[in-house]
């Protein structure tokens, strides 16, 4: 009956949507669509193309992955048998202030996912809470793993997943693995899903240069409908994403929720103090620590130390996302502050490293994080402006544009194997003005971060001008920025 009904309420969703779009396009003065019309050339020719060329080069790099390449590999390992197996495989995992129903989902998935994958195990708990580590032992009891499967415990002060991750490291350190040895880090709000340590960790004998390599996602949200669709929307673009990566080895984040590492990487001590205190030199903002983003801190030491990185389509996790606020336009917007602020604290050091380093593809790819937050809200300022110079019809054909564009981008997202919903349309559109009105924002202001579960900031403790002068220099140059990009638009049209 759930499933008759979830069934209806998308169908109904596909129909308003599809009646919205043919509503905009009666709308329409027969001009608009003339090859001839300066309406067309501008609406089609500056607006249109630009933006889009780098997706079709993800979609069609992120589909030769995973049906022809990806296939290829796993053919490889499958014929390598028992030749691929690691000597021992480190399951990690970190939590903190996560409610106890989830970690019980998450630690009882860890401890069986140790049981069945036949090697021998350690699953490494680094926790802040007692009653956790009560928790974990009554699950363990209740679940009996054989001899080859261990327990580790690293009690910590509640003062950060990177302290938690660099005194795992530590701890696994003290193991002394030896150079076949694979550590999966995984978030404490991260369910596996079943076989997906055999799925991931045999990559690394094929491979001899990967330092590290992330699964596929999926997720449960405790939030509505809308949270949820963003949410899962935001794992299928992910997909896609990932592959057009994998398709260099060059993924461009190792994920926090679930990332398989090489031991010789994890315990390298440079490794470790990257992660634990990375931080950036900045022009105007001075030094400042990374409060969020360990993720980007990994793939960046692999990237500086030489190392490749890697996808496992069909190895996946299962994530359980906690929104941070009730409504969703608050909570979308502290998580793309949080998710863009890592992005770009990241972005122009990664970019240092050079093309020879990086590849061409990644190189452009990393270029162009950097201006999509002003290609991003190009169409729709010039929409505004033209239709304010010369007609609301300019207007009223950019919505069609975009609601047509979504459309096929939502049809084409249905190709990852991810579900689809008729939310999606709308939900990328918000993606795109929000998320660049937010990357603009955090882009000058850097040195801002906030951990959304744990409610804590970064406290830099400077002197009350430099404080000042920061805050100051940070809405001048966000002004400055924003009047030169609509004056130039304004000319333009």
């Not at 969703?328 to 020879?356: D, I, P």
């Not at 709308?426 to 744990?454: C, E, M, P």
């Amino acid at each position: 009956m759930d499933r008759f009904k979830h069934a209806l309420g998308e169908a109904t969703g596909w129909l308003l949507f599809l009646s919205f779009l043919m509503l905009l396009a009666l709308a329409l003065p027969p001009q608009v669509f003339d090859p001839e019309s300066k309406h067309f050339i501008m609406l089609i020719g500056v607006i249109g193309i630009w933006r889009y060329s780098m997706g079709v080069i993800h979609f069609l790099r992120g589909m030769l992955f995973l049906y022809v390449v990806y296939p290829y590999y796993r053919r490889k390992v499958q014929k390598l048998g028992k030749d691929a197996d690691p000597s021992h495989v480190f399951l990690m995992v970190t939590s903190f202030r996560i409610d106890a129903l989830t970690t019980g989902k998450v630690y009882g998935s860890v401890i069986r996912e140790a049981i069945n994958c036949g090697y021998p195990t350690t699953v490494v708990c680094s926790i802040v809470e007692m009653s956790d580590e009560l928790l974990i032992k009554s699950l363990w009891e209740k679940l009996t793993p054989p001899d080859r499967v261990k327990l580790d415990f690293v009690r910590i002060a509640g003062t950060g997943k990177r302290d938690g991750l660099a005194n795992g490291f530590r701890a696994i350190s003290r193991h002394m693995p030896d150079d076949n040895a694979v550590v999966a880090v995984i978030d404490g709000d991260t369910v596996l899903n079943e076989g997906v340590v055999r799925q991931t960790v045999p990559y690394f004998k094929i491979f001899p240069n990967m330092g590290g390599l992330t699964t596929n996602e999926f997720c449960e949200v405790l939030g509505g409908y809308v949270m949820s669709e963003w949410h899962k929307l935001r794992f299928a673009q992910r997909h896609i994403n990932m592959c057009s990566m994998a398709l260099s080895h060059r993924v461009l984040t190792l994920t926090g929720r679930m990332s398989v590492f090489r031991a010789a990487v994890v315990t390298d001590p440079e490794f470790i103090i990257d992660v634990e205190n990375d931080n950036l030199d900045h022009w105007r903002l001075g030094r400042f620590k990374f409060l969020t983003g360990d993720d980007k801190s990994s793939w960046f030491s692999l990237m500086r130390l030489g190392y490749d990185t890697f996808y496992v389509p069909d190895a996946s996790i299962h994530t359980v996302e906690h929104p941070p606020e009730k409504r969703f336009v608050k909570a979308s917007r502290k998580l793309m502050f949080r998710w863009y602020g890592n992005n770009l604290r990241q972005n122009s050091r990664a970019l240092k490293l050079g093309v020879q380093r990086l590849g061409w593809f990644t190189s452009v790819v990393l270029f162009d994080q950097r201006v999509s937050m002003w290609t991003s809200l190009l169409g729709l300022t010039v929409a505004i402006i033209g239709s304010i110079k010369y007609s609301i019809a300019i207007f009223i054909a950019y919505l069609l544009w975009v609601c047509s564009t979504r459309l096929v981008l939502t049809l084409l997202l249905s190709a990852s194997g991810h579900p689809i919903g008729p939310a999606y349309p709308l939900i990328l559109y918000y993606n795109q003005i929000v998320g660049a009105l937010v990357k603009i924002h955090v882009f000058f202001r850097l040195d801002q971060q906030s951990w959304t579960r744990q409610d804590t900031k970064l406290n830099r403790e400077l002197a009350s001008f430099q404080s000042w002068f920061n805050n100051w220099s940070s809405k001048a140059m966000t002004f400055s920025a924003t009047s030169i990009f609509i004056a130039v638009l304004m000319l333009s049209v």
